[in-house]
């Protein structure tokens, strides 16, 4: 470990970290290009065999960025992505950056550094950077976007330039170092570990602005809100703010381990995938059936139909979801993961005033207000499992094959779980037990 990385770790004040020399080279979690046409032909795209861990080339910052000392990350479904090429190779994305020109040629490497999380330290900051300092515990919010392009004063995720960092972008968060702009910077609440504020912003902004936002489907009191994939990343952060906004969280999973899982949640209505006894694809016929069977239960637990549905899963569901929304309902998408070609029925959409509402990610605003709430308690980080970054490989592969629940984390540079707690009296008050809902035992 380098100097700097130890003078971190034990929690060295900052004028110490700022005279502290930042290394050439550092360790961090990634793809190389030479691999890109590693799965072709291939039904198995396991990601243990395309996400590396090694040094590379520590970059030079721009004026506006700061260098991140990165205790913990955690995975999100872009780096399996990342792992599997598809549905494009990342490199292509950062050909065309690099290609931008100026600070931009940087990211165009023969690796990709991944993550679009991180929590961790302050240790360097660049000429134009204002309003943070060598020493500030911080998040990254996973939105970079240029603050030059004038609907970025509006909503940066209009803005042309706002890519996704870690995945769009070079020198993301699961790595022992990143860069990130200023602009995205959040502070770190102090009541939570590293891991656990590590796995806030990417999901729970997302679904903050899909949610709550009034850039999504604004969720209110009594609102009846169908969430797909509801024990995972996305999905458990969904339930959390549907109850904070007063809504009924109507909870979909595959198993009744996770069932178990999001009742302890307090998720007012679970349907376990097995109770429907037919399958959820895009064949019309399976639609209308799966669809009558999830409204019969919606119906008989809440007494009628849904005013909302959470989409994330793409393909397999989006029927579903457009057949089963109540009339002038909203479908607000964020994803696909099972697929971006959609088929469903489009006279479910126009006869019956339904909408759908497209949404990435979340603003820098949308996440201030997101880890606001985090930093009173109404939303609890959803980690399940945390894995070193030497084992990124491992901890991709079980979001790959969906045999997680909630969040993966990772310790970046942490030695251990439990550390980076500066409010304990905060943390004290919510509870240890409201704090860790999804937890089991960490690897």
Known sequence: MDALSEAVVV???????????????????HTRVEDVGLFHGVEDKDVRKSLRVGRVPMPELAPDEVLVAVLASSVNYNTVWSGTFEPLPTFD??????????????HDQPFHVLGSDAAGVVVRVGTGVRRWSVGDHV???????DDQEPVTQWDGMLGEGQKAWGYETNFGGLAHYAVARASQLIPKPGHLTWEEAASIPACAGTAYRMLISERGA?????DVVLIWGASGGLGGYAVQLVK??????????????????????????VINRSELGVEIDDDPAAVVEAGKRIGRIIRRETG???????EHVGRATFGVSMFVVRRGGVVVTCGSSTGYQHRYDNRYLWMKLKRIVGSHAANLQEQ????????????????SQVYPLDEIGEAGRLVQLNEHIGKIGVLCLAPRTGLGITDPAARERIGETALTPFAREYV
């Open 304 to 310: 009628e139909d849904p005013h909302i549905v959470f």
């Open 139 to 145: 998040l990254v919010s996973p939105i970079q976007v």
């Open 244 to 269: 904070q906004a007063g809504g009924i969280p109507v909870g979909v999973v595959g198993s009744e381990e996770k069932a178990a899982v999001l009742r302890r949640l307090g998720c007012d209505v």
């Open 368 to 383: 201030w207000e997101t880890i606001r709430l985090a930093k009173l308690g109404k939303i609890a980080p959803i980690l």
């Open 218 to 222: 604004r969720t209110k009191i009594g």
């Open 93 to 106: 994305f950062l050909r065309q950056l690099g290609a931008r020109g100026g600070w931009d040629r940087r």
């Open 11 to 29: 929690g060295a004040p900052p004028d110490v970290l700022a005279n502290t020399p930042v290394p050439t080279d550092y360790t961090a979690a």
